[in-house]
């Protein structure tokens, strides 16, 4: 029970009538009179509940904003096993902190803490009047406003308000509300002690102390008592010794000067808990004599555990997979309405995030990564990237980076860096690469809409293209053209399947010429081909062999959409989200259409069967049992390299190149393999676990009529069943047989690249295998 409020006053006229000091004793009378108003009248009333009406309001009402909430936690991203159990893939926060309750945390804290902050804290009703009056002479003889007499109640109001100042949305509004909270004034303390004892009418004192545990800072970004334990000694709260407390307790009051992963300051804290912590508790008798001097005689030796935070941490080179995620957060709505709202909300709101990474595949595209390809060269900006998209769901199941991830854009060194190559630039990533003839299938999907087969035949002979020849919706073309094949100049007339097989850039620019490239652009747009910087495609006739800087998920996800019969769905990261009180988020979903009608898709993969069993991508087969389709790609120089392909279950896009500068693959050799080839060896190794892990099934037939009634189909020219007579179009030359091709490479014209990573646009060039 409080002390009679006449036994303050007595001794308070003693102190008053003996004082030597008559100036500061006048300058400090309006702060005394002031407290002492507020000690004798409001504890007083609050204790006996004699008041007016209009005081009990003040003293009744709770402001929602003071009452204990949900503190700032750490979020937790996880990786799906392929057994659909979870694994921890990185923790996020502002504040280290596990909420824990009463039962989880060690009787010794609890004692330490009220013997040191508040020892009447069981007696008093919010405000210890002994002790506020007691500051309050000293501040009259220092002259100031400097001892506050807080008891753990009012400590634990300013710690909500503090808190709160920490979740405002703009830097200024939380500096001014921190400095409101922590100001030493008199009406900061008047108002604590108000709010205090509103808080002790409605919570119990367990309750409260429990919450004081829970919030109080105990050094840098370490919050709450079971955080402290875990960081400082490895240990959980319910476990820490007797000296193990004292030593947290001791911290709190001083949580930055006497934090003891500062080796300068375990004398200090040490020096606190002996003196203060350890002989108040026995002066409390809530310990013994032989248990106070065991501990005092116990050196500080913390065990410091550092726990994993931001996605640096993120094992299996998933740190830019889990970076992605983050921008997911930064630009989706469930989490706020702004982008810095949402990220304050994500790193304080203790959310479990459950990704569709998939652990066993990221590991091996990790792994595969590190053998193929080194974070940094020398003579060139080396980069690749590995991205695996589900076909039919969208969801990512691999992403790795041959680069270091760093969270700190301002870092320049060789094999590190923020950005994330496999994704656009509005999610951490790049401005794209050009493709090459990657990109083709999207002008034969188009090719397919219109009628055309895979029969047709056009001629794959360089020469000097008319560009306001070509149908293009989307704005006037004019200017000459004249884009290269890579090997023979004049291979002749082909099929559009042996174009395709062998990726004969001038061959496809005889179709595109057929066609309206906006229409072209539209079919790519359906299987969501965009650009990473988010300016809109290209539809220069160059753009149907790859001139637009995409980005590499984009690719998987536009070939999962063809491996899936042509159901597209955008790429998706997340699963599941729960939020801290157990309540479960709807997480942003794939949005996924019918793109392609099924006879097309179907035609369309029977098409790029051509590649991966007998043209440009034959290195890339893991012949595994597995049937797989596929394209290259290769922009000029060499300076891009590509191989895009799937299973009916993976969707896989390898990318090896030049971040920026122009130096061609073909003159570098990444940890001793060919630049120009290293690409097949990265897509094997990685789609052959996928095989071993999801399997995969038959691709649907395709539609006879686009096939043009044969299932042959046109490869080097050498196929050991008679050609079918192809229906002629306007283009097709009339030779009479086709002449073998080998598989090209063609030359393409480049672009200067950005100054950021990725690479620049080109309008007039033209892209290859």
């Avoid at 980076?401 to 969270?407: G, K, L, R, S, V």
């Avoid at 070509?470 to 890579?486: K, Q, Y």
């Avoid at 789609?687 to 395709?702: A, C, H, S, V």
Wanted: proline share 6%; aromatic share 6%; hydrophobic share 35%.
């Amino acid at each position: 029970m409080p002390e009679s409020p006449h036994r303050f006053v007595s001794a308070f006229q003693r102190l008053v009538d003996g004082t030597k000091r008559p100036v500061l004793l006048i300058l400090g009378l309006s702060v005394i009179a002031a407290l002492l108003v507020t000690v004798m009248a409001v504890p007083a009333m609050a204790v006996t509940g004699v008041y007016a009406s209009r005081t009990a309001d003040v003293l009744d009402t709770l402001p929602d904003s003071i009452r204990p909430s949900t503190l700032a936690q750490k979020s937790e991203i996880y990786a799906t096993n392929s057994d659909g159990s979870n694994t921890l893939l990185a923790t996020v926060f502002d504040q280290n902190r596990q909420e824990v309750g009463w039962d989880a945390i060690s009787p010794y804290v609890k004692d330490a803490v009220v013997a040191t902050e508040d020892p009447r804290f069981y007696e008093h009703s919010g405000v210890d009047i002994a002790s506020t009056l007691r500051a309050a002479l000293g501040n009259v003889a220092s002259g100031g406003v400097s001892s506050g007499a807080s008891t753990i109640t009012m400590q634990y109001v300013r710690n909500i308000l503090v808190q709160q100042a920490t979740q405002l949305p703009t830097q200024a509004e939380r500096d001014a509300a921190y400095e409101d909270a922590t100001t030493e004034s008199l009406d900061r303390k008047l108002t604590e002690m108000r709010l205090a004892i509103a808080l002790e009418k409605q919570y119990s004192k367990d309750d409260i102390l429990l919450g004081y545990l829970n919030i109080a800072n105990f050094g840098g970004s370490v919050y709450g008592i079971e955080a402290a334990a875990n960081y400082y000694f490895g240990v959980s709260a319910a476990d820490l010794t007797l000296a193990q407390a004292a030593s947290l307790a001791a911290t709190v009051n001083a949580p930055n000067a006497l934090r003891i992963d500062q080796a300068e300051n375990i004398p200090d804290n040490q020096a606190r808990r002996d003196k203060d912590v350890l002989a108040s508790m026995l002066k409390q008798k809530t310990i013994t004599q032989a248990q106070h001097d065991e501990a005092v005689a116990t050196p500080v030796t913390p065990n410091i555990t550092v726990p994993t935070t931001g996605c640096q941490a993120a094992a299996s080179g998933a740190t830019y997979f889990c970076d992605y995620v983050t921008w997911i957060v930064k630009n989706d709505p469930t989490f706020g309405d702004t982008a810095d709202e949402r990220w304050s909300n994500f790193k304080q709101g203790g959310y479990e995030i459950y990704t569709t990474l998939n652990t066993e595949l990221q590991a091996n595209a990790d792994e595969t990564m590190k053998k193929y390809i080194p974070s940094s060269m020398e003579d060139i900006a080396i980069g690749s990237t590995i991205v695996t998209v589900e076909p039919g769901t969208g969801r990512i199941l691999a992403m790795a980076q041959n680069t270091n991830f760093t969270e700190d854009p301002s870092v320049t060194t060789a094999g590190s860096t923020a950005v994330n190559y496999n994704t656009d630039i509005d999610f951490g990533g790049s401005s794209g690469f050009q493709v090459g003839s990657t990109y083709k299938v999207f002008a034969l999907a188009e090719w397919l809409k219109q009628g055309h087969t895979l029969s047709d035949r056009v001629s794959g002979n360089e020469t000097t293209w008319d560009m306001s020849t070509f149908p293009n919706s989307c704005t006037t073309l004019g200017g000459e053209w004249e884009p290269a094949n890579d090997g023979s100049s004049r291979p002749g007339t082909m099929s559009v399947q042996s174009a395709l097989t062998n990726s004969v850039n001038n061959a496809f620019v005889a179709m595109a010429q057929q066609m309206d490239l906006c229409q072209i652009k539209d079919t790519a747009q359906s299987l969501g081909v965009h650009r990473a910087d988010g300016a809109d495609l290209d539809t220069q006739p160059s753009s149907v062999l790859g001139t637009n800087e995409i980005a590499p998920l984009t690719m998987a996800a536009a070939y999962a959409g063809i491996a899936a019969n042509g159901l597209y769905c955008t790429p998706v990261a997340i699963d599941r989200i729960v939020a801290p009180d157990g309540t479960e988020l709807t997480p942003p979903a794939a949005s996924c259409t019918q793109a392609l009608d099924p006879k097309i898709a179907s035609t369309l993969a029977y098409a790029m069967l051509g590649p991966i069993e007998s043209g440009t991508a034959t290195a890339s087969d893991p012949d595994d049992g597995i049937t797989h389709i596929g394209k290259t790609g290769t922009t000029d120089n060499e300076k891009d390299t590509w191989m895009v392909g799937a299973s009916t279950k993976a969707a896989t896009a390898v990318w090896v190149g030049n971040v920026t500068g122009n130096v061609s693959m073909t003159e570098v050799e990444p940890n001793d393999y060919s630049g120009s080839t290293v690409r097949h060896r990265i897509w094997r190794a990685v789609m052959t676990e996928n095989d071993d892990i999801l399997g995969g099934g038959d691709f649907p037939d395709p539609d006879r009529t686009l096939v043009n009634g044969s299932s042959t189909r046109y490869g080097s020219g050498t196929d050991s069943t008679p050609t079918p007579t192809p229906t002629p179009t306007a283009t097709a030359e009339p030779t009479p047989t086709q002449t073998p091709v080998a598989p090209v490479d063609p030359a393409v014209p480049a672009t200067p690249a950005a100054p950021a990573a990725g690479t620049g646009g080109a309008a007039g060039g033209a892209a290859g295998n």
